[in-house]
């Protein structure tokens, strides 16, 4: 399994960025991909982005244009860089190891409150 750690959160005026890392440890060569989930108040967990191990890359639409993820292998780290922020991207977010199908390894989470 793998241990994801997220570092990065806070708090951000409408229109700015954060980075977001993540930090995994463990049998990472048994990971199908690594993920960036976030949850609303109230809601489930959605699909933010997701980095697959052979590089394809896929996004939620409400994202498309304004998030970038990113890995960089040397460190096992995925990284969310976040542009023009929204108050509606105000969630917590999380990073999971993926692997087929869909057991998923969580970290604990990091907040991200954007303010209009």
């Known amino acids: 399994q793998v241990q994801p750690v997220e570092s990065g959160g806070g708090l951000v005026q409408a229109g700015g960025s954060l980075r977001l890392a993540c930090e995994a440890s463990?049998?990472?060569?048994?990971?199908?991909?690594m993920c960036w989930y976030r949850q609303f108040p109230g809601k489930q967990r959605e699909l933010v982005a997701e980095l697959t191990f052979d590089g394809r890359i896929d996004y939620a639409d409400s994202v498309k244009g304004r998030f970038t993820i990113s890995g960089e292998n040397a460190k096992n780290t995925v990284y969310l860089q976040m542009n023009g922020l929204k108050p509606e991207d105000t969630a917590i977010y999380y990073c999971?190891?993926?692997?087929?199908?869909?057991?998923?390894?969580w970290g604990q989470g990091t907040q991200v409150t954007v303010s209009s």
């Open positions: 999971a190891g993926r692997r087929l199908p869909r057991t998923y390894y």
């Open positions: 463990g049998d990472i060569t048994s990971m199908y991909s």
